[in-house]
């Protein structure tokens, strides 16, 4: 499951995450992967609440995907796999992997492109250096525009 520079997080599924069906309602893939990109942040030493507190700057999300391979049920255990797939210095995208627990069955695929902003005007903005600093280091072969059929 894992390749080299992925982080990995986990979030068991609730009953309040289903739907009628009894499956993880649709949605919810999204805020799986926004808890992958946040805990990839953590990971690395950094947070985003001190990207909008010091450096007055956010970053947006201006696109996402989602391909559903297998539903996640009540109390499933979601394993996340995070990792950047491309960035520029005022973007960046995240692919994750969604897997069912231990078993390692693949449920749902996707990316997130976020675009920087400067907090105040919503203006495009490059990112922090520490952000762009960390980016070449652990992606450098992944800097480039995002790719819808990459």
Avoid at 60 to 75: H, M, N, S, T, W
Avoid at 109 to 125: E, I, M
């Amino acid at each position: 499951m894992t390749t080299p520079n992925t982080h990995t997080a986990q979030y068991r599924i609730l009953y309040r995450d289903t739907d009628s069906m009894g499956i993880l309602y649709y949605a919810r893939y999204l805020e799986l992967f926004e808890l992958g990109r946040t805990e990839w942040q953590r990971d690395e030493g950094l947070r985003y609440a001190d990207m909008e507190q010091e450096e007055g700057k956010m970053l947006p999300v201006v696109r996402a995907e989602c391909e559903y391979i297998q539903p996640l049920k009540f109390d499933d255990l979601a394993i996340i796999e995070t990792t950047v797939h491309s960035w520029t210095p005022t973007t960046l995208c995240f692919e994750s992997q969604v897997f069912r627990g231990p078993e390692g069955e693949l449920c749902a695929r996707g990316k997130v492109q976020l675009g920087c902003v400067t907090s105040d005007a919503f203006r495009p903005a490059k990112m922090p250096e520490k952000y762009l600093e960390l980016l070449a280091e652990e992606a450098p072969d992944r800097r480039g525009r995002y790719r819808r059929d990459s």
